[in-house]
């Protein structure tokens, strides 16, 4: 072991939320394209918002606050906005936006966390030569890992079990415990989004990844990348009490159809055909195989009576 290494959850918390951490000096959107920044994704949250008669939408993990921004003039005056996001509020974000660094002990409405569990940082572990699972620890400067103490975990038994040396896990524990705590502050619909996946095909290898102005790039917690693994997502279901959907059929739910439009309108008004086109394109980029649409949205709805209930 390296005399830097410290184990991987710790190494993460300080890169991405430590004093200079990556989301204290800098915004996601000038990283990564997310769905909050594709203008049609907060068409579908209104509607949403609009049938389900929120009267608050808190937007947890609201990087520079895009999702609200647009969401504004789309939900008129009548419903209250909240960011909660840990990063300082923008110069720019509209008054009618509140903009805190926590999350209210109680939200009568829409809680919405799009990309938040991946972000949330994770023990990370791997099957030693000898069988034994164990801590994985890592140089923050350089990202070179060393194998730590063993490690005996209840989640891991149940949500993950590994087998052959070499192969390695992020324990979702944390994110199980976040989501439960933050949904169970709800009344009304609680929905968080992200990249995951399930028992029957975890990666043997884990997801660590890194990413810094629009590129994958080595992964190291040193301050400067992103660092985000894939959420299991049905632990954090399960811990919740919600429903599991994939991105592409909770916005079919919600109306969004990515047909392109009909090319007789290219005719007769071709700035309506434009317009339709490019809509389509950004529906066609939140429902794609392999992207966006592939996303898990993590639902619990206690009214049970919404579009997005079984
Ligand atoms: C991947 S970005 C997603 C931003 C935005 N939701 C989007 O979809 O574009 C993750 C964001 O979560 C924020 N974050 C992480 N933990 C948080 C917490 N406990 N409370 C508030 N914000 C948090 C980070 O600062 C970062 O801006």
Same mark, same amino acid.
């Given at each position: ?23 204290? &000096?800098?915004?996601? @959107?000038?990283?990564?394209?997310? $769905? ?8 579908? /949250? ?29 939900? #008129?005056? #009548? ?5 909660? *996001? ?5 110069a720019d974000l509209p008054g009618a936006i509140h903009w805190t ?24 572990? *791997?099957? !030693? ?19 730590? &103490?063993?490690? *005996? &975990? ?8 590994? %087998? ?13 415990? @976040?989501? @439960? ?19 029957e095909d975890r990666p043997p290898f884990g997801t660590l990844r ?28 399960a811990a919740a009490g919600a429903q599991l959907m994939r991105q %592409?059929? @909770?916005?079919? %739910? ?35 195989? !392999?992207?966006? #649409?592939?996303?898990?949205? /993590?639902?619990?709805?206690?009214? #049970?009576?919404?579009?997005? $209930?079984?």
């Amino acid at each position: 072991m390296t005399k830097r290494a410290v184990p991987w959850r710790q190494a993460w918390e300080s890169a991405l939320y430590g004093e200079d951490g990556f989301f204290r &000096s800098t915004r996601p @959107a000038e990283h990564f394209r997310t $769905s909050a920044h594709v203008g049609v994704f907060a068409e579908a /949250i209104a509607d949403l918002v609009g049938q389900s008669g929120a009267t608050t939408v808190v937007d947890l993990a609201a990087g520079g606050g895009e999702l609200l921004v647009a969401l504004l003039p789309l939900v #008129g005056t #009548g419903v209250q906005l909240i960011a909660v *996001e840990v990063a300082d509020r923008p110069a720019d974000l509209p008054g009618a936006i509140h903009w805190t660094d926590h999350l209210p002990d109680r939200i009568d409405g829409l809680l919405i966390a799009n990309e938040w569990l991946d972000n949330l940082p994770c023990d990370v572990v *791997e099957v !030693g030569d000898d069988g034994i699972v164990r801590d994985v620890c890592v140089d923050p400067t350089t990202g070179e890992e060393s194998i730590g &103490s063993p490690y *005996e &975990s209840v989640w891991l038994d149940r949500w993950w079990p590994l %087998r052959q040396p070499g192969e390695r896990a992020e324990i979702g524990a944390t994110r199980d415990e @976040a989501w @439960a705590d933050a949904a169970a502050r709800v009344n009304g619909l609680a929905i968080a989004i992200d990249y995951g996946h399930l028992r029957e095909d975890r990666p043997p290898f884990g997801t660590l990844r890194s990413y810094a102005h629009g590129r994958e790039v080595d992964v190291i917690p040193d301050g400067t990348r992103d660092v985000t693994a894939h959420v299991a997502v049905d632990s954090v279901a399960a811990a919740a009490g919600a429903q599991l959907m994939r991105q %592409r059929d @909770a916005l079919a %739910r919600l109306g969004l159809d990515g047909g392109r439009p009909a090319l007789d309108l290219a005719q007769s008004d071709p700035m309506a055909y434009l317009t339709a086109l490019g809509r389509a394109g950004d529906v066609g980029e939140l429902l794609a195989n !392999g992207g966006l #649409g592939d996303f898990w949205w /993590i639902i619990t709805d206690t009214t #049970g009576h919404g579009r997005l $209930s079984e």
